[in-house]
């Protein structure tokens, strides 16, 4: 044998984890009882780890479809301890918003929120006339509830009830978070 030869030989084993640090994943099962959610991946033909943990990014929490695709990594080029990043449902990623543009999607591709290149955010949908400010919505439901208990309540003293107050609350009015609009 030669010198390359036996650094290749030497290397093979280095080599063949390092290629295996990375592979693609489909989700075939979800454990979404637990901290960290467990997720059964199939890997190559037959390949299968079970029990790996679905890493998401602190402060958001996605059940994934089955059949999604996902990153598999290899802890330290262990395929014991497999963790999975960035799933996604191929065909359902909602398409054509501009750049700078984003937000959340359903299991169906329809935008839950999303974010528009002016910064406003739509709830609901990603355009449309049919939006109301966000804060209105809020600010009316608050606010028919707030007059409704103040304007019902009674006076109690030591004689009996004053009865309703006689100045009744009008509406309060907007409060901001223009640019927020749901559908």
Same mark, same amino acid.
């Given at each position: 044998?030669g010198?390359?030869e $036996?650094?290749?030989?030497a290397?093979?084993?280095?080599?063949?984890?390092?290629?295996?640090?990375?592979?693609?994943a489909?989700?075939?099962?979800? $454990?979404?009882t637990?901290?960290t959610?467990?997720?059964?991946?199939s890997?190559l033909?037959?390949?299968?780890a079970?029990?790996?943990?679905?890493m998401?990014?602190?402060?958001?929490?996605?059940?994934?479809?089955?059949? *999604?695709d996902?990153?598999?990594?290899?802890?330290?080029g262990?395929?014991?301890?497999?963790?999975?990043i960035a799933a =996604?449902?191929?065909?359902?990623?909602?398409?054509?918003?501009?750049?700078?543009?984003g937000?959340?999607?359903?299991? =169906?591709?329809?935008?839950?929120?999303?974010i528009?290149e002016?910064g406003?955010?739509?709830i609901?949908a990603? =355009?449309?006339t049919?939006?109301?400010?966000? $804060?209105?919505?809020?600010?009316?439901?608050? $606010? *028919?509830?707030?007059?409704?208990?103040?304007?019902?309540?009674?006076?109690?003293?030591?004689?009996?009830g004053t009865?309703?107050?006689?100045?009744q609350? *009008?509406p309060?009015g907007?409060?901001?978070a223009?640019?927020?609009?749901?559908?």
């Amino acid at each position: 044998m030669g010198f390359v030869e $036996d650094v290749g030989k030497a290397v093979a084993p280095i080599a063949s984890r390092v290629r295996a640090m990375v592979k693609r994943a489909v989700i075939e099962r979800i $454990d979404d009882t637990k901290g960290t959610q467990a997720v059964q991946v199939s890997l190559l033909a037959d390949e299968v780890a079970d029990g790996c943990e679905h890493m998401q990014p602190f402060g958001l929490s996605f059940h994934p479809v089955k059949g *999604s695709d996902a990153v598999a990594l290899a802890v330290q080029g262990d395929p014991g301890h497999m963790i999975i990043i960035a799933a =996604t449902k191929r065909g359902v990623r909602p398409t054509g918003a501009k750049e700078g543009e984003g937000g959340l999607y359903d299991k =169906t591709g329809a935008w839950r929120v999303f974010i528009d290149e002016n910064g406003v955010a739509h709830i609901g949908a990603q =355009t449309g006339t049919d939006f109301v400010a966000l $804060d209105q919505k809020i600010q009316n439901a608050v $606010d *028919s509830k707030i007059r409704a208990i103040f304007n019902a309540h009674v006076h109690t003293d030591a004689m009996g009830g004053t009865g309703p107050p006689t100045t009744q609350i *009008s509406p309060l009015g907007s409060v901001g978070a223009t640019n927020a609009k749901a559908k």
